[in-house]
């Protein structure tokens, strides 16, 4: 059974008459997104600092916005988690996940460092990984600077933000830094979707087939990207000696079954993982906090597994 919250969200959109993603331009893609923010988001929560850091590389610049959670002093070595936003590597932005960033700073204890990776079709493949690659090298040259802790450094997102997260881990696998653990939410994992969950949840849902084509027109210039494991980290070769991993799926979600299959690819190759299904909610949920309940159960849920993570437990 569907939410009834999420059934009166997506009501919610029809009334306001929400265009499907996939009839706009990218640029007015983005303008909507942002804008109908006031809809189903809540106020973000207080914490103790944020700023925004430039990050320069290889001729390309991006915002990276900082969040030390309430209560923390400046000068704490804090963990930190990088956090990478959705959007189909087209829309979205720091200022879309604003509320997400602060509430998982706040939870986790961690310093939260949300990243303004570029988007396509401006900037293809492998831009938003490229721009992760950068973010993530930065982050760990810094980290006395930013008073954070260089050897408990997370990588996370939602929904394409958790394609990036897990592509990086894949990349920064064996190296002498790398992330200490993988928070994807409702990742998109394969390029190729065929899954149950695909064509069950396919129209309706918010998240349609129609919109996953244009996104991924959008963002993969070429078809035989799609088998590139920096777009599709489900078809890497292996996934072992990764990072420690928090999987969260949603039951109406087109993504579910391959979040699944990517939670049991790590379990199947030694990774510690724990996997949660909200089985009632959307694609996209936990930025829905204004009107789903269950949005801010899943975030504090996963500010509990980093946190139980620093600890070690």
Known sequence: MLDPQARQ???LMADNGVQPVHTLTAPAARAAYLQRRALSQPEGEAVAHTHDHVVVHSGASMTVREYRPFGSTADAALPALLFFHGGGWTVGDVDTHDAVCRSLCNASGSAVFSVDYRLGPEAPFPAAYD???????????????LHIDP???AVGGDSAGGNIAAALCLGLRGQSAQPA???LIYPAVNMRPDTDSYHRNGQGYMLTQDSMRWYTANYLSQDSHADDWRASPLLAASHADLPAALVMTAGFDPLRDEGLQYADALSQAGVRTQYVCFE??????????RVID???????????ALKRHWAGV
């Open 131 to 145: 721009d992760a690659l950068a973010a993530f090298e930065w982050l760990t040259a810094q980290a006395t600077t």
């Open 181 to 183: 653990f993988q928070l």
């Open 294 to 304: 269950e949005a801010h159960t899943a975030l504090a849920l996963c500010g509990h």
């Open 280 to 289: 009632r909610q959307i694609h996209g949920f936990i930025t829905m906090g």
């Open 9 to 11: 969200f997506l009501q």
């Open 151 to 153: 050897a408990r450094i």
